[in-house]
Nanobody, 123 residues
Framework: VQLQASGGGLVQAGGSLRLSCLTS????????MGWFRQAPGKEREFVAG????????FYDDSVKGRFTISRVKAKNTMYLEMNSLEPEDTAIYYC?????????????????WGQGTKVTVSS
C-alpha cells in the first residue's frame, strides 16, 4: 500500500497550489481520505477530509472557503486545491486513508499515510 503526495512548493501569500495524492497497491474507493499538515514545532493537524461513500467533504475552520478537497476514484487520486494561501499554511502536508467509509477528523483513525509534500508560503 502506497500513498504518494505531490504538488508542494514555494508560493507567495495569496497564491495557489494543488496537491495530489496517488494511492496504489489496493483499491481505496470505499474508504474516506484526508489531508493533514504539520508545521515546524507543531503537532500534526487535520486540514480536510472526504467520505468514501457520498463524497461529503469537511474542513478545518482555518482553511474553510480557501481549500477544496476532491477525489477521482477512477484515477485513485485525491486532490487539495489551496487558494488564498497564507504564511500560516506553511507546513508539510500529508495525505492519508482512514479505516472508515464515513469521514473522520481523528488522525488515529487513519491507517495509511503518504510521505508528505512541503508547502512554503512567503509573506
Amino acid at each position: 500500500v502506497q500513498l504518494q503526495a505531490s504538488g508542494g512548493g514555494l508560493v507567495q501569500a495569496g497564491g495557489s497550489l494543488r496537491l495530489s495524492c496517488l494511492t496504489s497497491g489496493r483499491t481505496w474507493t470505499r474508504h474516506s481520505m484526508g489531508w493533514f499538515r504539520q508545521a515546524p514545532g507543531k503537532e500534526r493537524e487535520f486540514v480536510a477530509g472526504i467520505s468514501g461513500d457520498d463524497g461529503a467533504t469537511f474542513y478545518d475552520d482555518s482553511v474553510k472557503g480557501r481549500f477544496t478537497i476532491s477525489r477521482v476514484k477512477a484515477k485513485n487520486t485525491m486532490y487539495l486545491e489551496m487558494n488564498s494561501l497564507e504564511p500560516e499554511d506553511t507546513a508539510i502536508y500529508y495525505c492519508a486513508v482512514s479505516r472508515w467509509i464515513s469521514g473522520t477528523l481523528n488522525p488515529e483513525e487513519y491507517d495509511y499515510w503518504g510521505q508528505g509534500t512541503k508547502v512554503t508560503v512567503s509573506s
